[in-house]
């Protein structure tokens, strides 16, 4: 069982926009600002997508964007394109000793 | 642009031991934190361990301690996770990722292409 808790999938279609949800608890989300998403297509690893909550790193489309509300992350996707269907995984800091921990996953299917 | 590139796919036996090495290509990891990351078949990923070289501090999630060891050689910029007493549940993909910064709350933002490691007798 994963530490963050988040749908096991959202569907779309292109042109659409999909929010996924990410929900902890005040040791992770809720107390720190470092949360990071992550894309990940079969057999590929993990692409970061946001980090620090909103933050894109260059490459990323802007069609990424990332929120938090207390112990809740969320990564909205807008214009959904076919080549975004994938898994997505948030990641949060910790205060324990596990100093980083993941949601089970969500995968995104574009219609 | 620094690559981190892994070592290749391991099948062990239960019981046995696996080192599973990771470099950074087209530059160092002298200035990032590094973690091990696994991900067992149809599962999110977990956080195992990971260590800042530049302060030579090392961490091991509860989970993993006296299991894992993480080992550094600054002079080839190769970090080395070695997961003893493997069993059928350690089956999974390990990845070693950089920080983008020299402490841990840095988010993960290069990732190795993953190594598949799988225990089977």
């Known amino acids: 069982q994963s530490a963050l808790t988040q749908p096991a999938s959202v569907s779309g279609s292109p042109g659409q926009s999909i929010t996924i949800s990410c929900t902890g608890t005040t040791n992770d989300v809720g107390s720190y600002n470092h949360v990071s998403w992550y894309q990940q297509h079969p057999g590929k690893a993990p692409k970061v997508m946001i980090f620090e909550v909103s933050n894109r790193p260059s490459g990323v489309s802007n069609r990424f964007s990332g929120s938090k509300s207390g112990n809740t992350a969320s990564l909205t996707i807008s214009g959904l394109q076919a080549e975004d269907g994938a898994d997505y995984y948030c990641?949060?800091?910790?205060?324990?000793?596990?100093?980083?921990?993941f949601g089970g996953g969500t995968q995104l299917t574009v219609l | 642009q620094v690559q981190v590139v892994q070592s290749g796919t391991e099948v062990k036996k239960p019981g046995s031991s696996v080192q599973v090495s990771c470099k950074a290509s087209g530059g160092t990891f002298s200035n990032h934190a590094i973690s091990w990351v696994r991900q067992a078949p149809g599962q999110g990923p977990e956080w195992m361990g990971g260590?800042?070289?530049?302060?030579?501090?090392?961490n091991y999630a509860q989970k993993f301690q006296g299991r894992v060891t993480i080992t550094t050689d600054e002079s080839t910029s190769t970090v080395y996770m070695e997961l003893s007493s493997l069993r059928s549940e350690d089956t999974a993909v390990y990845y070693c990722?950089?920080?983008?910064?020299?402490?841990?709350?840095?988010?993960?933002?290069?990732w190795g292409q993953g190594t598949t490691v799988t225990v089977s007798s």
């Open positions: 990722a950089r920080h983008g910064g020299n402490y841990y709350f840095h988010g993960m933002d290069v």
């Open positions: 260590v800042i070289p530049v302060f030579g501090t090392l």
């Open positions: 990641s949060s800091y910790t205060n324990t000793s596990t100093l980083w921990v």
